[in-house]
């Protein structure tokens, strides 16, 4: 099971971020959960300082940016 951050207020790109995960997930078959971040403490540990970020298997792998798909994906399975 894949775990999925996404790390943010709940800004436009957050929102964006979080269905484009979720798409990705569902059109991939892809077995993962996916948590919505807005506790700015909680962001601050993973020492995101632009949101959104994403957070992939505890990593951070993306922040202040909305990524593209094959690079969600390459992320999400692990690549």
Excluded: H, Y
């Excluded at 798409?23 to 077995?31: G, P, R």
């Excluded at 971040?37 to 540990?45: A, F, L, Q, S």
């Amino acid at each position: 099971m894949i775990s999925v951050k996404i790390l943010g207020s709940g800004c436009k790109k957050c929102q964006a971020l979080e269905m484009k995960v979720r798409d990705l997930i569902a059109k991939n078959n892809l077995e993962a959960s996916v948590e919505k971040v807005t506790d700015i403490n909680k962001i601050i540990e993973f020492g995101i300082m632009l949101t959104p970020g994403l957070v992939v298997n505890e990593k951070v792998v993306s922040s202040g940016i909305i990524p593209k798909d094959d690079l969600i994906l390459s992320w999400l399975k692990g690549l």
